[in-house]
């Protein structure tokens, strides 16, 4: 395995990062992921925001409504905060060349790589053998979207770094096998700051997810503030207080959440949120965690539903991403092809 920096990579930094356009965003979404997008466009010069289609057709979405989707998460990133004159934002299948290195990197990768990847036995359990190829084959195609643009950096959870070390892999061993150092860099897992792991409101174990068929385990990034305060309301704690220090949170994975989301979406330490709450009783602390939510949701939710209003308007901005992802991708795919020793007229 790599576990440093290419030294003869000589490009610019670039960040690289993507979403499944299935289900809703979440609160967990915004907060582990959109966040930072918006964050690191103030550090890096190049940011590239993807929304991955191709990775979604692994859990079989509905044709009719991929395309709507697709959209709906672009107008997440934009509500968010993402500048689409800043960064590039579009959707994956739109740049054909992240199918075509997909490949490239199949022939590259090792089944003792991929077989050793978590994410695939959680999925598949005991029916691996019914999984499809392709929910075998996602962290390739990860890799592929990361390298494709020689991305430097990727904002990532803890979840998604040993598919960020198997894309290294694969940096390298492409560099070894076709004598060429450097040539793709091994891309740096940004995971570091506040709310990088959300979990369910109703299971402390597991974290807040777009798939969980009860929508009362997360908080949508369009739920009113209503909705808000009734799934805070029924989010699980337990009958002792809030403690006053952030020791006296172990072993209460719920409470520790709640916490947490309060001090994310404040912008407080766990231990400021404990100054003001500690001793105090769940009957004070959620409506006020609801209200937090609410006021940091509303504005994001308001512009969601206005640029959902106006499909074409989101279509030219993902047209115009797709055509500098293109031409970042292209040159680089065309690089590829001849070190690989394809055929050109």
Known sequence: MTDAPSPAYKGPERVFSGMQPTNGLHLGNYLGALQKFVALQGKFQECIYCVVDLHAITAGPDPKELAAKSREVAAAYLAAGVDPKRSIVFVQSAVREHSELAWVFNCIARMGWLERMTQFKDKAGKHAERMSVGLFDYPVLQAADILLYKATHVPVGEDQKQHLELSRDIAQKFNNDYDAPGFFPLPEPLIQGPGARIMSLRDGSKKMSKSDPSDLTRINLTDDADAIL?????????????PESKAGLAGRAEVENLVGIYAAVSELSVEDVLNEFGGKGFGAFKPALAEVLAVKLAPIAAEMR????????????????????????????????????????
């Open 306 to 345: 206005r640029l959902n209003a106006d499909p074409a308007a989101l279509d030219a901005i993902l047209q115009d991403g797709a055509g500098r992802a293109r031409a970042i991708a292209a040159p680089i795919m065309d690089e590829v092809r001849e070190r690989v020793g394809f055929w050109r007229a």
């Open 230 to 242: 009734q799934k805070v309301k029924k989010a699980t704690t337990d009958p002792n207080p809030l």
